[in-house]
């Protein structure tokens, strides 16, 4: 009876079920991701993720052990050269499951499995949004701070200015001014305007005197 047992079998027996993970533990950890059903892709992170925090201690007899599991030479050596140091500062955790779609043939939930630290898009992401939430972050204190400082340099300001009286009067002076150097020049511009009737008269006049020279030449020629 299996009473009270909530572990997957995946459909296989012991040892097939034991080859299938070891293969899929080595072929993670040396291509850093792969693409298999979500039921597999959680029973695989509880057989390899123990691992991974074994390569933390890098012995021989840790390695021994790891080379149980995975049996491959190369997964073993990737896993405490590559993967070890650089998962060293987290406490667990070591993979991530993104479900992508279902299978054509039986409708099977399809998901990527990957090592956390090895995506290094995801980590820029989240590197730069936390650098912009760094940078605009507001408190409420600090808005409230800012009022008073700026009413006060608003009354600081109003009381040491008296000059604008002073820069009123020159204005009144300069527009006195204006008014009498108006007065000053009106009469040069009428006289301007004078001049400027009597020109266009003296021009009517020049076709008389071309009409006179005109009768003069025929009587001449009479």
Excluded: W
Aim: glycine share 4%; charged share 35%.
């Amino acid at each position: 009876m299996r009473h009270g047992k909530k572990f997957n079998h995946l459909g296989r027996k012991k040892g097939h079920r034991d080859a299938m993970l070891s293969n899929m533990a080595a072929s993670l950890l040396t291509h850093k991701r792969i693409f298999t059903t979500t039921a597999k892709a959680k029973a695989l992170r509880v057989y390899v993720e123990p691992l991974i925090t074994k390569s933390k201690d890098n012995t021989t007899h840790s390695r021994r052990v790891v080379f149980g599991y995975l049996q491959s030479k190369g997964a073993v050596n990737e896993l405490f050269t590559t993967i070890a140091p650089k998962v060293a500062d987290r406490p667990g955790g070591y993979t991530r499951i993104l479900k992508t779609h279902n299978r054509l043939g039986d409708n099977a939930d399809m998901c990527m499995m990957e090592l956390v630290d090895f995506n290094e898009a995801m980590l820029e992401a989240k590197s730069s949004k936390a650098k912009a939430k760094s940078g605009s972050k507001r408190t409420r204190r600090g808005k409230k701070t800012d009022k008073p400082a700026e009413a006060t340099a608003t009354e600081t300001v109003s009381a040491e200015e008296p000059t604008p009286v002073v820069e009123d009067a020159v204005v009144v002076e300069e527009k006195t001014t204006s008014k009498e150097a108006s007065t000053e020049d009106t009469p040069k511009k009428e006289a301007k305007a004078k001049v400027a009737e009597k020109k266009p008269a003296a021009k009517k006049k020049a076709p008389a005197k071309k009409a006179a020279t005109k009768k003069e030449d025929k009587k001449d020629e009479k």
